[in-house]
């Protein structure tokens, strides 16, 4: 299993200590591309999302609550995982 499952993995088995940098590959697995940084916030956009998605590096973590918008846009918009290399 590739690390970016066994990231997913975690958070969907509930994983709260998710790493910034880890919840930002998983989301350009999934088709986003970082297009900005704003200060703390990383916006991502995704080629076939009008939405954004914004991530914030506190203290070298995830914020909980941007864990939960990256997988409910995963899950609303039925977006799968490109294969690892």
Known sequence: MGKKKKILLS???GSKNVS???LSNLAEAFGFELCRINGSHHIFQHKDIKELLNLQNYKGKAKPYQVKQLLNLINRYNLSME???
Do not use: H, R, S
């Open 20 to 22: 910034f940098a880890d």
């Open 11 to 13: 958070i969907l088995q």
């Open 83 to 85: 294969e690892e290399k």
